[in-house]
């Protein structure tokens, strides 16, 4: 069964300006992440602007990083369908182009209760019949499985990994004392990379490494490797990045910061708009500070 590790970004989906897809662009983008010494590609997730993607847009995303990937680094595709039923004919299909695993949101619309979330869970993983990454993030969803759900659930081998996104990083350590080393463990949330990498992550679900993927492969070799100076150096130039990520426009956010940084651009699907005005500024000031103090993580590779 996976044993997944490292930086896993949740790439996003890039647009043509009449917001269809544009294959060309994600191709690039996708090689990019790879080049870039990521350990896995998440597709099709909330980043990836997955409530305005339909059911096949989802797929040819998927298919479009899985022929770049070529099994250089696993591909994840995120399911986030709002009926289960729906959820297993996607993962069925998604399964049969030969995708290594799914992350699996909530239902989304209704915050399910614990029951109704874990058994989503085990349906939808009876159907894919592979290893399956579980986003935890009631910050969002509203819905919340505790360490004690993630016992319950540890009789079904295709659960393999937690992506923690709660924003208490108490909850890693929680989670390590109550289900030892059953799963994999991922920090969901990017201005908390370093406290969970710290006390036990196994890797990051990364948003920012969009635009700096060696920056983010470097921040997380370095605290494999216990150099905790030289990583906490390295996590106070992102973290003005990353707060950029916990946010409702976090799309803007990210698609703004991919294109001052050369490696995408702005187009999203309404009804969200690029960033203007005094946001736009705010944002941009970021970036062109975190580009103008970019450290050489060379060596760090």
């Known amino acids: 069964m996976a044993k997944w590790r490292g930086v896993f970004p949740a790439v996003t989906t890039k647009f043509k300006e009449n917001e269809d897809l544009d294959p060309a662009a994600m191709e690039k983008h996708f090689d990019f992440q790879i080049s870039g010494g990521v350990h896995g590609l998440v597709t099709c997730g909330s980043l990836g602007e997955a409530s305005t993607l339909s059911f096949d847009e989802k797929l040819e995303v998927t298919k479009i990083a899985l022929n770049v990937a070529n099994k250089r680094v696993p591909v994840l595709v995120n399911v986030s369908e709002t009926r289960t039923t729906n959820a297993i004919r996607f993962v069925e299909q998604a399964a049969n182009m030969g995708v290594q695993g799914f992350m699996v949101m909530p239902s989304v619309l209704y915050a399910a209760d614990a029951r109704e979330a874990k058994d989503n869970l085990r349906i939808i993983a009876k159907a894919a019949q592979l290893p399956i990454m579980v986003y935890n993030n009631p910050v969002t969803y509203k819905v919340d499985l505790t360490p004690d759900d993630f016992v319950d659930l540890a009789d079904c081998e295709w659960i393999v990994a937690i992506k923690e996104s709660t924003d208490n990083i108490r909850r890693i350590t929680d989670l390590r004392n109550t289900v030892g080393t059953r799963y994999q463990l991922f920090m969901g949330v990017d201005d908390l990379s370093f ?107």
């Not at 983010?216 to 216990?226: E, F, I, R």
Request: hydrophobic share 45%.
């Open 195 to 301: 406290e969970g990498l710290a006390v036990g992550a196994d890797g990051l679900l990364a948003g920012l490494v969009v635009a700096f993927p060696q920056e983010t492969v470097a921040l997380y070799n370095l605290m494999q490797a216990k150099r905790y100076d030289e990583a906490l150096k390295l996590y106070q130039w992102f973290m003005p990045l990353m707060h950029l990520d916990v946010s409702n426009k976090l799309v803007q956010n990210l698609k703004l910061v991919e294109t001052m940084a050369g490696v995408g651009n702005e187009f999203v699907r309404r009804p969200r708009q690029p960033l203007v005005g005094a946001e736009r500024e705010r944002v941009s000031a970021i970036v062109r500070k975190a580009l103008d103090t970019r450290p050489d993580v060379s060596a760090y590779r």
